[in-house]
């Protein structure tokens, strides 16, 4: 736990009560906005605002919260969906987008205690829908299905708030893929009063609007790091430019308001040195001091048996190689196996 309170200092303040989460910050800048403003001239004042908060600069002059003003920005983005990186730009007011998913669906919530340590008891709410089309997906029956409920978001956040006074360290946004979700979960957390942390649980591909969105209301991005390879991406997982999109999003995650990093990456049969090129990445681009789960649990399911080279488990070779090129490229707080 030691080499977690070193990663994610933020987060640990904020289950000690030193400090807010995110959202509650967003709360305390006021903004004044027509709701038939241009999506333009909202953003200006999005952007605006956003620096106000990053410069401590708290404006208590306003009808309306900075929270608000992301709501309404997502809602109307909605119809003609951007907010993950395949910009579909269908009106998902009126029809399911891309990533199967019209109305936010809520398959399951529930105390999670298979997390990272520091997580757990971790709230869990898994999202119907995802954006990728993984041939390996552990949850493709809610990721490639669409399921699941419409939970009122003020009842929502009231769950939320039950599970804080339960124990729940955080709140863990997940699915299928959160991003879809963004006004919906936008529109609970407006009406969530707990100091709860809210972890982003995502495959990184959002888009930059997505992102600008998520700028101070995410407190630990549990970005998943999947390929190193374009082609790779594409044939497993249906992703296009992965790497270049993610590792932006990374970048410009890096740069958010007081946000911390817990980074999963799944190791896959036969791909050892594209793990190497991922976690060199990290610790180039984010840091030695990043938390890092190194993950061996791959195991194939769904429809990994139509391609044999993932159709197995990681070798014990393939398990020491890897643990190898942790020690060599010198990540200080890494979980792996």
Request: charged content about 30%.
């Amino acid at each position: 736990m030691w080499r977690a309170q070193r990663a994610l200092p933020k987060y640990f303040r904020i289950l000690n009560g030193e400090e807010l989460p995110n959202f509650h910050y967003l709360k305390r800048i006021k903004v004044d906005f027509e709701e038939d403003e241009d999506i333009s001239e909202l953003w200006k004042l999005h952007d605006e605002a956003l620096e106000l908060l990053k410069r401590g600069k708290l404006n208590t002059m306003g009808k309306y919260t900075l929270l608000d003003l992301k709501l309404l920005i997502a809602r109307k983005m909605l119809k003609s969906c951007i907010l993950c990186e395949f910009k579909c730009r269908l009106n998902r007011e009126r029809s399911i987008g891309y990533c199967r998913v019209k109305n936010t669906k809520i398959v399951s919530y529930f105390m999670h205690m298979g997390e990272e340590p520091e997580l757990v008891p971790s709230f869990t709410i898994f999202f119907s829908g995802c954006n990728f089309r993984c041939v390996f997906c552990q949850n493709w029956d809610i990721s490639q299905r669409t399921q699941g409920i419409y939970i009122q978001p003020r009842k929502m956040a009231r769950i939320i708030d039950d599970a804080f006074e339960r124990g729940a360290k955080n709140v863990n946004l997940v699915g299928g893929e959160p991003t879809p979700n963004i006004p919906y979960i936008l529109e609970v957390l407006n009406h969530v009063t707990s100091p709860i942390p809210v972890v982003w649980n995502s495959n990184m591909y959002m888009s930059e609007e997505a992102m600008k969105l998520l700028d101070g209301m995410v407190d630990i991005y549990l970005g998943d790091f999947k390929w190193a390879d374009d082609k790779k991406a594409r044939k497993y997982s249906k992703a296009l430019h992965y790497w270049k999109v993610v590792t932006r999003n990374f970048l410009l995650a890096k740069e958010h308001y007081r946000v911390e990093f817990l980074i999963r990456h799944l190791v896959m049969p036969g791909f050892v040195e594209d793990t190497r090129k991922i976690l060199s990445w990290i610790s180039t681009h984010l840091g030695k001091n990043v938390r890092v789960n190194v993950m061996f649990q791959y195991y194939p399911c769904y429809r990994a048996s139509e391609y044999p080279e993932i159709d197995r488990r990681l070798s014990y070779n393939e398990r020491k190689e890897v643990e190898r090129i942790v020690q060599e490229i010198g990540l200080e707080n890494a979980l792996v196996g």
